[in-house]
């Protein structure tokens, strides 16, 4: 028996009709249109999306973006919430940024050294500031920017990220508009 039927039969015990049943039981189904269609990563391009966040955000007295696991939520947040343009975009600046290494350092970006993975990374981010500023409202946006973006956004609202790298108070006091700010002080995570 399927839940309409058990509706319906529903209905009848109770001596009228369910309102809306149609309505509600839609909500039931699939939506038509769904993202992530040609995004499906493999645990390598995971991995690889590790790598580039890890050189954006290393691990040093806190963790970096791989104890995050900002790989995986890069590729979560590409499949699930990217239109397919943009899906395309981030896949094939995923193969540019790789060529782009095999270009500067002669080897693939998983085979470079950190010191070569930061000074591609650092031209790709002078490249894409360059991109952003003359860019037109109908261009693409830049996959470099794409990918750092989905880095911060992944690192400061994990676990590791909002209670190792910010100040964090799992239940705020009070609100103070003005809190004495000293250099070196954390931000708060919110």
Request: charged letters at 30%; a neutral charge; one cysteine or more.
């Amino acid at each position: 028996m399927n839940r309409r039927d058990a509706l319906s039969r529903v209905a009848l015990l109770l001596g009228g009709t369910v309102v809306g049943a149609e309505v509600f039981l839609s909500g039931c189904s699939a939506p038509d249109k769904k993202y992530g269609a040609s995004a499906d990563l493999t645990p390598d391009d995971t991995a690889f999306l590790d790598e580039v966040a890890e050189t954006i955000i290393p691990a040093t007295t806190t963790p970096g973006a791989k104890d995050a696991k900002v790989g995986q939520f890069m590729a979560r947040i590409v499949k699930d919430c990217y239109s397919d343009d943009d899906q395309k975009i981030f896949l094939e600046g995923m193969g540019k940024l790789d060529a782009a290494s095999k270009t500067k350092n002669g080897k693939s970006f998983l085979s470079s050294d950190a010191t070569q993975r930061h000074d591609l990374l650092t031209d790709l981010d002078k490249e894409q500031k360059e991109y952003m500023s003359k860019k037109k409202d109908s261009d693409p946006a830049h996959y470099f920017r794409m990918m750092k973006e989905l880095t911060l956004w992944g690192y400061f609202s994990s676990e590791p990220g909002a209670t190792k790298a910010l100040r964090y108070v799992a239940v705020p006091g009070r609100y103070e508009g003005c809190i004495p700010y000293k250099k070196g002080d954390k931000a708060w995570a919110t």
